[in-house]
């Protein structure tokens, strides 16, 4: 009677101590969350794939910037905004009581205080010199486990990859020339994206070509002045919106920018914003409307 | 010894070649590889690097001497008439009604933008010198007037735009280069613009050198029949012209300004004459110089510089090693002595502020927003949640408010300055440098790291400050300069990093604004520590620092240990911003304003204006701090900001009032 009992709790202990050593790599057993867990998070390329998924979403940040900067997919209309990105509102998310806060590198700085209110996941994917690309689809499958929606997820990334191949063969007449993405930020300097960069993951995957020959920070782009263009020789030049106001008509009349390569070929096209810190709805958004680009007759 | 003139034309010629020689090694080879031929005439398309260089870099370096010329102009007009070394373009607030009218017209009017960037920046300029100008007259443009009510204004028009950029960040990312300064041009039409501008003002200025110089004398002048207000008014419209054509042109470049003025003092040049000419050109190649070695640079490491950040970065260490030379000028007009000053006693000051504290901080701790936005009263089972969100915020908030105010008045009374506030220091740019460096060198840096780096930033510029005072006695001015090339220095190396669009300069863009964010218990208990442990000595040191308001000499002659007092005094008050600083971020308007607030209140004497400023410090920053986190919700405005925003209304009031009566 005495020893039996002992030898059972030695093995439970065992077994116990083993799942607890395993449990950050093992899916299910870490999650410890309810059926269906209720999230809130700063970052909208989180935000993306919780919805592009169906997880539970109560609170995000900077909402107002949803429609002109990440734009899709359409955020459910009964999320809450919590003020800034780098500075949610404790006491709201307080009263919120969500299940997991997912949350960035950046907001390490206030991980204690996040973790008064909720368990805090942090998703390191971007600015990490390298592309985030691999990063993006492991924070996929791993938003999928914690939500209870795997399936969801992998379903998710299949059908970016199979967007991605269906595109390639539609996309030849990108192929004559490179391709450059940019954000006018002034009437004088532009943000060009390249390596690090989503923009330039999807590129790769739809083997075109990035004609932005120079380096990019960790986010993936470069902040330069308009003169600069001229090391793109004639590229496509691809302008993100939304364009400051002022700058097609100052353009219009600067000697230099009708006098680069690209502006006399008439190889310039506005496209609309894509999320540049974004993860596969982005992805997949950018890939749509470069099948869908009128290049025109240039 | 060479004479005044021929030493001038000496340094000129040495800053001058300095100029060229940067623009030889970066446009010489290809200029020369380029030849006249593909310079002149009508561009031919294929010809990119031709266009390139009559398009870009050529206007690039008229640009670069136009501006610099301007702004030092700027600065030695502002410093001549304001009769204060610190004054600068940025004194009067043009530059901050600059960035605030772009940026308003980017979120809510872009229309405006769109017909022309040029007359909206100049029209914020125009609406800030104004309000300066209004208030100013009614004191007939006494340097201290101004100073006050453009500090004032400038920190005011500039927390209102930071508060836009942190809540629109995306928006409004190009203010970032905006408020660095860059040079890069793409065409000649905005040289063009500025030239005549620019060549109008100056003339205007050479008209106004004799009795501009005759205002050096103040009092006697105006026994000479000159017409002192219209003097100082006309010499002021002037510089703000100059600066608001400039800044709408490339945007803020505000360290010349300062520097430029100086650095002639500094080499020698005396009279105003030719202070205005020396300071125009120390701008003009200081810019070009810089703006040339930049491109170059930016060629190998492939990163984009702003020229008036780097401007700065380059400048301010040059400035600080010329402060031993500039000469123990008169300083800065004093307060008291051109303001008549009320008195009144302590307790009626301080009763009504108590009581004030005390209200604020019930309604902090209790009064809130829920889900949906509405104002709830948290009470019992509600209230105890939240409770752990609010009571930090408001103690931190408070002890800050009380050490930065404090440090305040021990610094306007030591160094004689009413523009002295904490962060002339440099310290809390030492901390800012400190979170710099921790956020660019460790990846997802926790609390621990980032304090930790703050407070060795902060330590350090404090050392560097007590060191290189030690070494050049106090004497008001020179003290000043060192902490304020120390600030610029490190403030510069921020904008820097902004201006290249790293997400993590926003941040440190909330520090700098004075976020209460991240005060929790230990910090708050941290902060409140402090204040209660320097009280006492508080009296003790007020009394020595009221020996020393006849002036050193004569304290010195009464038996008083200045040097020791002074320096006792500096460290406290460095102490006391580096511990605010790491408790509630950087914004210390607090400690401009408050001791402001207390003087013109009636508290003439050092130790009751300590404790009413720190009353009113602590008041202003609980009230900021709750306005902060409900106002906007669920936006949260940095406290530091809001702290500028109800206190400056606060201290014009008191000084429109005290004119009436």
């Known amino acids: ?298 | 010894m060479l004479s005044e003139s021929r030493q001038i034309q000496l340094w000129a010629v040495l800053f001058a070649t300095l100029a060229l020689i940067a623009i030889a090694s970066n446009l010489g080879p290809s200029v020369t590889d380029l030849g006249i031929a593909r310079l002149t005439g009508t561009p031919a398309p294929q010809d990119i690097d031709a266009v390139l260089m009559r398009f870009s870099l050529l206007p690039r370096l008229a640009m670069a001497p136009l501006c610099g010329a301007a702004l030092g102009m700027a600065g030695a007009l502002f410093q001549q008439v304001l009769r204060n070394p610190l004054a600068s373009p940025s004194t009067l607030g043009v530059e901050a009604g600059s960035g605030l009218a772009i940026a308003l017209a980017i979120l809510f009017l872009p229309a405006l933008l769109g017909w022309s960037r040029d007359l909206v920046s100049l029209a914020g300029a125009v609406f800030a010198s104004g309000i300066v100008f209004f208030l100013s007259r009614k004191f007939a443009f006494r340097p201290i007037a101004v100073v006050l009510s453009g500090l004032i204004v400038g920190f005011y028009l500039s927390a209102l735009s930071s508060t836009f950029i942190l809540l629109n960040d995306y928006q409004l990312s190009g203010m970032f280069i905006w408020g660095s300064g860059s040079l890069s041009q793409q065409d000649w039409r905005p040289f063009r613009d500025l030239l005549p501008r620019v060549a109008i003002c100056a003339l205007a200025a050479g008209l106004l050198v004799r009795p501009m110089t005759a205002l050096q004398l103040d009092e006697t002048a105006r026994g000479l029949g000159l017409r002192i207000a219209a003097i100082r008014a006309a010499g002021l419209g002037i510089a703000v012209a100059l600066t608001a054509f400039t800044v709408s042109a490339v945007g803020v470049i505000g360290f010349l300004g300062l520097a430029a003025p100086a650095i002639a003092r500094a080499v020698g040049a005396r009279s105003f004459r030719s202070r205005l000419f020396l300071a125009s050109l120390v701008g003009a190649c200081l810019l070009t110089a810089t703006d040339q070695s930049l491109q170059m640079l930016s060629k190998v490491a492939g990163m984009f510089l702003p020229a008036g950040a780097v401007t700065a970065v380059l400048g301010a260490p040059v400035l600080f090693l010329l402060i031993r030379k500039l000469p123990v000028s008169p300083g800065a007009a004093t307060g008291a002595a051109v303001l008549s000053l009320a008195r009144r006693p302590l307790v009626r000051v301080l009763g009504p502020v108590c009581i004030l504290l005390l209200c604020l901080f019930l309604i902090a701790t209790f009064i809130g927003r829920d889900e949906s936005g509405h104002w709830v009263l948290d009470l019992g089972a509600s209230l105890d949640p939240l409770l752990v969100w609010r009571l930090p915020r408001s103690i931190a908030a408070a002890a800050a408010g009380a050490l930065l105010s404090i440090a305040g008045v021990i610094l306007q009374r030591l160094l004689r300055n009413p523009m002295a506030s904490p962060e002339v220091l440099g310290v809390n740019a030492g901390a800012g440098m400190g979170l710099l460096v921790v956020l660019l060198c460790v990846t997802a840096p926790g609390h621990f790291a980032l304090t930790s780096g703050a407070a060795i930033g902060a330590l350090t510029a404090l050392g560097l400050l007590i060191f290189s005072i030690r070494k050049s006695s106090l004497s008001g001015n020179r003290a000043l300069m060192a902490g304020v090339a120390l600030a610029t220095f490190l403030f510069a190396l921020l904008s820097v990093v902004t201006a290249t669009g790293d997400p993590r300069a926003l941040l440190l863009l909330t520090w700098m604004a004075g976020s209460t964010y991240t005060a929790d218990m230990t910090s708050a208990a941290i902060l409140m520590g402090v204040t209660l442990v320097i009280l006492p000595g508080l009296p003790l040191l007020a009394r020595q620092i009221d020996l020393l308001s006849v002036g050193s000499d004569l304290a010195r002659a009464a038996g008083a240990r200045v040097e020791r007092i002074q320096l006792i005094a500096l460290t406290l008050a460095g102490l006391l911003t580096a511990v605010s600083s790491l408790g509630i971020g950087a914004l210390s308007f607090i400690g401009l304003i408050a001791p402001q607030i207390a003087r013109h209140a009636g508290l003439q004497r050092c130790f009751p204006q300590i404790a009413g400023a720190a009353m009113i410090g602590a008041s202003l920053m609980v009230a900021a701090d709750f306005l902060g986190r409900t106002i906007y919700f669920p936006w949260q405005l940095p406290a530091g900001l809001l702290s500028a925003l109800i206190g400056g209304p606060i201290l014009m009031i008191v000084l429109l009032c005290k004119k009436k009566a």
């Open chain 1, 1 to 298: 009677m005495s020893g039996k009992p002992r030898e059972i709790s030695r093995r439970a202990f065992t077994s116990f101590a083993l799942a607890g050593a395993l449990a950050p790599f093992s899916a299910k057993a870490s999650t410890g969350l309810p059926q269906d867990p209720r999230f809130v998070t700063p970052d909208h390329g989180l935000v993306q794939t919780l919805v592009a998924i169906g997880a539970d979403l109560s609170g995000v940040a900077q909402i107002p910037n949803w429609d002109v900067w990440t734009i899709e997919p359409a955020l459910p209309k009964d999320v809450v905004n919590l003020g800034t990105a780098q500075e949610m509102n404790l006491e709201l998310l307080q009263r919120l009581q969500p299940d997991l806060i997912l949350s960035t590198p950046y907001l390490e700085n206030v991980r204690h205080q996040l973790e008064r209110i909720a368990p805090v996941e942090s998703f390191p994917i971007h600015a990490l010199g390298t592309s985030p690309y691999p990063n993006i689809l492991a924070a996929t499958r791993r938003l999928g486990e914690l939500s209870g929606r795997e399936a969801a997820a992998k379903e998710l990334i299949a059908a970016t990859e199979r967007l991605f191949e269906a595109s390639r063969p539609k996309l030849t007449r990108l192929r004559t020339h490179p391709l450059v993405f940019l954000h006018f930020i002034d009437t004088r300097h532009v943000r060009i994206y390249g390596p690090n960069c989503i923009i330039q993951d999807v590129l790769d995957r739809l083997d075109l070509q990035n004609g932005w020959p120079e380096m990019t920070n960790g986010w993936g782009f470069a902040t330069a002045g308009i003169e600069r263009l001229v090391d793109i020789g004639d590229a496509w030049v691809l302008v993100f919106d939304p364009v400051p106001p002022d700058v097609e008509a100052l353009l219009a009349g600067s000697p230099l920018w009708q006098n680069l390569p690209f502006v006399q070929a008439g190889r310039v096209r506005r496209f609309p914003n894509v999320l540049a810190f974004g993860t596969l709805p982005a992805a997949t958004r950018m890939t749509r409307l470069l099948t869908e680009l009128e290049l025109g007759h240039a």
